[in-house]
């Protein structure tokens, strides 16, 4: 495996700030770079611009601070942190049973009114419907039992009411995810256990409430989990993923997943340095979605770059090049 050759980015988080927009930094001042180019002219005039002695120099690497900016660098802390292990479980969204209303006809009779469409939001005790009954020919009133948006309408005015459901109400506030827990994953998955419900656009926290057996001939039980919809962002029969933290365990130092790339077979990362950034080649443990453990090559207190490490790579690919050709 080749070593690494380590790279010096003249990207200092002063220069970012103090920088005006479009300049481009550089260690050391204007008659240093003219030197440089001094010196590079003539290399070229004796043939010869390559030499063991000149690695660090050919590391070195110039960036816009401007360019640096609108690219969203950042950098982070190396601290401590926690690597989750979990099992990614599947299932869909299902309305409360208490939660759903059918209303029929208290007696049997014509409808007179019939108010509610399907998609209207109702509130507890609104009036929906108005029946006459035909063994008194007076007019009854029926109401939502509880807040809800209408799901089925199956009457109008002028049939008859008799046993049929006239309006279905549901309450979407709140749904319950049922996942499918197959036997290779039941020793692992228990009530209490916190998941992160996904869909391909969003997710949230809950927690495993009930664990039930399958329905006959089903190999796999019910993970049941309640998710608050308040605000209307899920809807029922939504297919979803679930992550079930099944262990956690706390180590001194561990980076962000992002922040680590690969460079002629070593995971590195690139660690703030006074002249710039330096990579830096990591021996790594433990992973989840989000962070790694660091065995060794960081120490904690260090700053890293943690957002878009991916143009560092590039600069340092650009800069090896140049160097061989």
Do not use: C
């Not at 050391?28 to 002219?41: I, L, T």
């Not at 005039?45 to 640096?68: C, N």
Request: hydrophobic letters at 35%.
């Amino acid at each position: 495996m080749k070593p690494i050759r380590y790279l010096l980015i003249s990207l200092s988080l002063g220069a970012l700030v103090a920088a005006l927009p479009g300049k481009t930094y550089a260690s050391g001042d204007d008659s240093h770079g003219h030197s440089k180019e001094h010196g590079s002219e003539h290399k070229d005039e004796h043939g010869d611009g390559h030499s063991d002695g000149h690695d660090a120099e050919e590391g070195h690497v110039e960036l816009s601070p401007a360019f640096a900016g609108q690219a969203g660098i950042k950098t982070a802390l190396a601290t401590g942190g926690v690597i989750t292990q979990t099992i990614t479980v599947y299932g869909k969204t299902v309305v409360e049973p208490s939660r759903v209303s059918r209303l029929k006809a208290r007696f049997p009779g014509v409808i007179t009114e019939l108010k509610a469409n399907i998609g209207d939001k109702v509130n507890a005790g609104e009036a929906l419907a108005q029946i006459e009954s035909s063994d008194s020919l007076t007019r009854y009133t029926l109401t939502a039992p509880t807040s809800g948006i209408v799901v089925t309408r199956n009457a109008n005015p002028g049939e008859l009411a008799d046993e049929q459901v006239l309006l279905t109400v549901a309450d979407h506030s709140k749904l319950w995810v049922e996942y499918q827990v197959f036997p290779g994953q039941a020793q692992g998955i228990t009530s209490g256990q916190t998941v992160t419900v996904a869909s391909e656009y969003r997710q949230a926290e809950s927690v495993i409430k009930h664990l039930l057996p399958g329905q006959q001939g089903q190999a796999f039980r019910i993970a049941r989990v309640p998710l608050d919809n308040s605000q209307g962002l899920w809807s029922s029969g939504l297919l979803l993923s679930g992550a079930v933290v099944v262990n956690e365990q706390a180590f001194p130092l561990v980076v962000a997943n992002r922040a680590i790339q690969e460079i002629e077979g070593e995971q590195v990362v690139f660690v703030e340095h006074e002249n710039g950034f330096q990579t830096r080649p990591l021996v790594l443990g433990e992973s989840d979605g989000k962070n790694t453990r660091v065995i060794s090559g960081l120490h904690t207190g260090e700053r890293y770059v943690v957002e878009n490490s991916y143009l560092f790579k590039a600069e340092l690919k650009k800069s090896s090049a140049g160097h061989h050709h």
